[in-house]
C-alpha cells in the first residue's frame, strides 16, 4: 500500500496533465513491449536483456509474499524461480498511460509452469502493473512490479 501511495504522490508531483508533457507514446509502447519480450525469454540471454532493463531501486510485490526490494534481490527472486521448475509465459499490454517521468502499464501475464520434479504442467494467469521510471535519455526502466494470481 505504501508503494502505491508513493507512486500515486510523484504522480501528482509531476502534473497528471498531458498538457506540455513531451512524450512519445508509440516509443514507449514499442519499448514496454520490448522488456516484456525479454522478460518472456526464460533463457540466461533473456534474464540478461531483461535486467539491462530494470531500475536499481526496482520492488516488486508478489501476490501472498513479501515485497522484493533492488535489482540484486529481484535477480536472485528470477533466479530462484527459474531452479524450481519450467515456465512459459507470455506478457500481455492491456492499457498504458505515458508521463514525462514515468510510464504505467497495465497488464497480464498467461503461461504454465512445470514443476522440476512432477510431470503436471499448471496453468496461470496474473493482472499486473508496472510502473517504468523514464532514464535521463528516455529508455524506460522497470521500477515497481505488482501482480496477482487469479484464484
Not at 532493463?53 to 508478489?62: R, S
Not at 520434479?117 to 512490479?145: C, H, P, Y
Request: glycine fraction near 6%; charge should be negative; aromatic fraction near 8%.
Amino acid at each position: 500500500m505504501q508503494n502505491i501511495i508513493i507512486i500515486l504522490l510523484c504522480l501528482f508531483t509531476m502534473g497528471c496533465s498531458s498538457t506540455g508533457l513531451k512524450v512519445d507514446l508509440d516509443s514507449d509502447k514499442s519499448q514496454v513491449l520490448e522488456i516484456f519480450s525479454a522478460a518472456d525469454n526464460q533463457t540466461a540471454q533473456g534474464l540478461v536483456t531483461y535486467l539491462e532493463n530494470v531500475d536499481e531501486n526496482i520492488v516488486l510485490m508478489p501476490h501472498n509474499h513479501p515485497a522484493v526490494i533492488g535489482k540484486s534481490a529481484y535477480e536472485q527472486h528470477i533466479i530462484q524461480n527459474w531452479q524450481g521448475g519450467t515456465t512459459i509465459i507470455k506478457h500481455e499490454l492491456i492499457e498504458m498511460t505515458s508521463f514525462k517521468d514515468v510510464v504505467i502499464a497495465r497488464g497480464r501475464a498467461i503461461g504454465t509452469f512445470r514443476p522440476n520434479d512432477s510431470q503436471d504442467v499448471f496453468a496461470f494467469e496474473t493482472k499486473n502493473m508496472f510502473v517504468f521510471k523514464r532514464d535521463a535519455r528516455g529508455n524506460l526502466k522497470v521500477w515497481q512490479i505488482i501482480f496477482n494470481m487469479q484464484p
